[in-house]
């Protein structure tokens, strides 16, 4: 049942993440740099992305992603289709993931130190929930205040 849930939360939201990516009326300003705010919703999106990707991809389900972490903050102009194609292949990943993924297999150890102690998976899957929607407030907030 857990299983189910996560999976339905992060479709979800990965869903208004892509939403938010369309919603820019100004493709250069999901882009934008402005006074304090030095995190873009482009480089923001790239994040989640890696980290979906990486810690539950490569590591739950075993897709042989590998993370450039430093990268998704260095990029450059990713163009907004191709933001929209990670987001929808990620959406594939998670829901082959969760098709795969056991309640049983949630109670299970996390294959790697996360903050540097054991986890289970549940507790960094939950983690990465807490994580997207996180940075996806941020993203809602970066384009109401500088797409206009």
Known sequence: MMVEVLKKMFLRDLGKLKTEIELYRDEQKIWYVEKQITNTAGNLCLHLLGSLNNFIGAELAGTGYVRDRDLEFSSGMVPRAQLLKSI????????????????????EDFPKPVFNETVTNAFLVMHMT???????????????????
């Open 130 to 148: 807490v994580h997207l929607n996180y940075h996806l407030g941020q993203i809602n907030y970066h384009r109401r205040l500088l797409d206009n």
């Open 88 to 107: 929808d292949e990620t959406i594939l990943m998670i829901t082959s993931a969760f098709d795969n993924i056991t309640d049983a297999r949630l109670a």
